[in-house]
C-alpha cells in the first residue's frame, strides 16, 4: 500500500517561499507512467491542482500558478517537494500530496490513487 506523508512549515509569512515536502513509502517516485502531485484547498473552495512531477523527473504545472510554483524530487529519499514562491494571504490552503498514473486527469481528483493527509499552511505576519 502506497502512503503519502506532506511535512513542512504550518505557517509562512508573506512575500516568503512555502516550501512543502511528500515523502512516500510503499512505492517508488520513479515507479514507471506515475505521477506525482500537489493540490490545494483554500478555506471554503474547491480542490487546485497545481502541478505534478511524473516518473521520469518531467514537471507540469497549472497555468495559473506556473511562474512562482516548482516541483522537484530526491529519488535517494523517494520525496518530491513542492515550492511557492511570493506567498500572500491568498495560498492559504490543506496542500495535499497525490499520486495518479498515466492516462488519468490530473484535474479530477477522483482519478487520484493514493493522497496523503494534507497539511494546513497559513500565509501571514
Known amino acids: 500500500q502506497v502512503q503519502l506523508q506532506e511535512s513542512g512549515p504550518g505557517l509562512v509569512k508573506p512575500s516568503q517561499t512555502l516550501s512543502l515536502t511528500c515523502t512516500v513509502s510503499?512505492?517508488?517516485?520513479?515507479?514507471?507512467?506515475?505521477?506525482w502531485s500537489w493540490i490545494r484547498q483554500p478555506p471554503g473552495k474547491g480542490l487546485e491542482w497545481m502541478g505534478a512531477?511524473?516518473?521520469?523527473?518531467?514537471?507540469y504545472y497549472s497555468p495559473s500558478l506556473k511562474s512562482r510554483t516548482s516541483i522537484s524530487r530526491d529519488t535517494s529519499k523517494n520525496q518530491f517537494t513542492l515550492q511557492l514562491s511570493f506567498v500572500t494571504p491568498e495560498d492559504t490552503a490543506v496542500y495535499y500530496c497525490?499520486?495518479?498514473?498515466?492516462?488519468?486527469?490530473?484535474?479530477?481528483?477522483?482519478?487520484?490513487?493514493?493522497w496523503g493527509q494534507g497539511t494546513q499552511v497559513t500565509v501571514s505576519s
Open positions: 510503499g512505492g517508488s517516485i520513479t515507479t514507471d507512467y506515475y505521477y
Open positions: 512531477i511524473g516518473y521520469s523527473g518531467s514537471t
Open positions: 497525490a499520486s495518479l498514473s498515466a492516462g488519468s486527469s490530473w484535474w479530477e481528483p477522483d482519478e487520484y490513487d493514493y
